[in-house]
């Protein structure tokens, strides 16, 4: 019945992020002596009147070279990122506009219906899906693309916030202001968590710390 195929599909999906997760678990170490090579790399903090703007840009790679090692990191799901990775996918089977909890905010699920329905023309372009039918059968199978992309989109918002962090601090103070901000926002454990699960929370601190600076 449809209970037993929704533990079909949630085991499914744990076993997948579970051997992610010890492949990662071999590499991790390595990624972080990676990163820490990159970040002590970067001598120009003490002359910063040589770095350009587009510096920060380094930053930004940082946090989204952190949040996408941690896509697959821990294979429990938040609830907020199960409803949405399923609500996009659902409205455009329904073929309706109105999220099935009409009071959680839906630019989010928004994003991830025009997101999901590229994906969907690309896999029947391909000849991986032959219908719509065929494509909401596969991915109530396997919705690990879904996860994907959606905590692909939530870690490109996350990165896109540390370059919004950098025009505050300078806007604020100086150059150094801004990229010492960048780094400390890229690093932060809150935002990179955020930015590694498919959730609306780093599109609300993009669209805050844009508030931010252009107030």
Known sequence: ???????????????????????????????????CLLAFYWRAWF??????????????SLSLLIAVTMLAIGSLLPPDEVRLVGWPAQMLSERTLRPPLVSY??????????????????????????????????????????????RSVSALWGAATIGV???????????????????????AFLHVRESHYGVADTLVTFWTALSVWGS
Do not use: C, H
């Open 105 to 150: 905010p839906p630019l989010f699920i928004y994003i991830m219906m025009g997101v999901d329905a590229i994906y969907f023309v690309v896999s029947r372009l391909a000849g991986i899906d032959a219908t719509t039918a065929d494509f909401v059968a596969r991915v109530a199978f396997d919705p690990t693309p879904l996860y994907l992309l959606a």
């Open 47 to 60: 002359t910063p009147a040589a770095v350009p703007d587009v510096f920060v840009a380094g930053k930004g």
């Open 165 to 187: 962090a950098y025009a505050v601090g300078r806007q604020l103070r100086d150059r150094r202001t801004g990229l010492i901000a960048a780094l400390l926002l890229a690093v």
């Open 1 to 35: 019945g449809t209970q037993g195929r929704g533990k079909l599909v949630g085991d499914r999906i744990g076993s997948i992020f579970r051997n992610v997760r010890q492949v990662l678990e071999k590499w991790l170490l390595a990624w972080l002596v990676l990163l």
